[in-house]
């Protein structure tokens, strides 16, 4: 074999490795977008640095909005890929989770007024106390689905339907506001630091659970449980504590979704905070190209593909989509990326490029 054939052939593998990459389908999807607005107006790429109402530096632009909201589908996008992985379903009641938490939250916070002047606690206490509430959610979900053998999105249906309504119980029906200035630094911006705190928020639960999943065995545990029970039970493992744990570790990111959404406007509002994210967090793991009928998961792919939603329902506002069409749009695009990042999918395009490499080497 000739030098240029070897290097022919080692570019040929170079790609075949590069396409069968799960992270490919969202990076693709993600280098598509850029292009498309790049082509469209290369002024969407444009961040300038300003000022906030405050008198502190910060930066605006479309990629700092994608980062910024982005960073609340990441963070949903960890839990729900465990989830999916363990249970072989979805939560769908993660936008009503986020009302109880960030309910809980304020009423830690606000005590028997709902417009105290000061804080009546500290803010890491009532963030911990809605962090125990929504883990405790999250665990009522995992019973359902792991000893009663629920299926997932009808077991989640229950808080899904109710979740808003508790919410608006904890603070008595009111829409309870916090006038402290530094309750708004976890949803907006630090004095000083220019770049949105969700962004830190975001990039510190990727490290955590990066770490969690390198150290401990809950990468192969949840997958395991995911892929065939029986076999994980005959192996020494409890498919129902691993599912209940998969639940409660998605309650945890809810809590901290629930932080940044009610600091970001210092109150809350039960009927529209959150609303349909769960959605989102769900597409978000499909176009990571993890199986939504659970099993092995790539949770880098999953955290890209919730940045590529943000990314596509920015573009769309960008375009002027109207916002009762605006999920019309985003379907049509999510489902063909959804459809060619699908494991099915791939494993026929990597057939046919054998056999087309295949039919070349015969030539």
Known sequence: MGKSETVKANNSNFLMKLVKNQCFIP??????????NLVADPAFFKISLGYNAAGNPVLSGFLITILDSGSELAILAIG???????????????GAAIAIAGSVLLRVLCGDNSRPETLQAPIIVAFLVSCVVAMLFGAFNGVLVAYFKIQPMIA???????????????NNNELPVISDPSFKYY??????????????I???CIIIIGIVLKVTNLRIYTQAVGINQ???????????????????ILGLCVAVVGLIKVSRISSINYSVIAKDIEMDAI???????NALSGGK???????????????????LYKFQVQSDALPAYKAVVVIVLVIVSAPTVREYFSSLTKKMKLSKEVA
Do not use: C, H
């Not at 949803?187 to 830190?200: A, L, Q």
């Open 80 to 94: 729900m890929t465990l989830v999916t992985a363990a249970s072989g379903g979805q939560d769908i009641s993660v």
């Open 230 to 248: 029986s076999s994980s039970r005959l192996n020494g493992l409890n498919p129902a504590l691993i599912k209940v744990l998969a639940f409660v």
């Open 187 to 200: 949803g907006e911006f630090i004095p000083g630091i220019p770049i949105p705190t969700p962004v830190f």
């Open 156 to 170: 989640t249906l229950i808080l899904f339907t109710a979740g808003r309504s508790i919410a608006a119980w904890i």
């Open 283 to 289: 597409l978000a793991v499909a176009l990571g190209g």
């Open 297 to 315: 998961f790539n949770m880098t792919a999953s955290i890209i593909g919730a940045y590529v939603i943000q990314f596509l329902t920015t573009t």
């Open 202 to 204: 975001a990039v510190a």
């Open 27 to 36: 990076l693709a999807a993600l280098l598509l977008l850029a292009l498309i």
